[in-house]
Nanobody, 122 residues
């Protein structure tokens, strides 16, 4: 599985931005997809996950209510809609995938995209 994240950029606080992650392969719907992020000088942290069917989602407390993860299995793509962005959301955002159940643990994911930088200015 190859993952390609895109959509990052420079935005102002309270703006919105949508990230996309395109996946290769014919079994996309069998993979849990997730978004992690890594701020400068910090460890990579979990943001959101979505089940293979898209019927279940899970969010980190820091983004719950502001971010929405979704997927389009016909397009092999997962999205992260980010609203009410804050300067502390500044990070490189990575998409990741795994088979099985959703997880918040970085090491549970087998495949990773290259990351896309989101910078939120105040």
């Amino acid at each position: 599985v190859q993952l390609q994240a895109s959509g990052g950029g420079l935005v102002q606080a309270r703006d919105s931005l949508t990230l996309s992650c395109a996946a290769s392969g014919r079994t996309f719907s069998s993979y849990v997809m997730a978004w992690f992020r890594q701020a400068p000088g910090k460890e990579r942290e979990f943001g959101a996950a979505i089940s293979g069917s898209g019927g279940s989602t899970y969010y980190a407390g820091s983004v719950k209510g502001r971010f929405t993860i979704s997927r389009d299995n016909a397009k092999n793509t997962v999205y992260l809609q980010m609203n009410s962005l804050k300067p502390e959301d500044t990070a490189v955002y990575y998409c990741a995938s795994r088979q099985g159940t959703m997880s918040t643990f970085r090491k549970a994911y087998d495949y990773w995209g290259q990351g896309t930088l989101v910078t939120v200015s105040s």
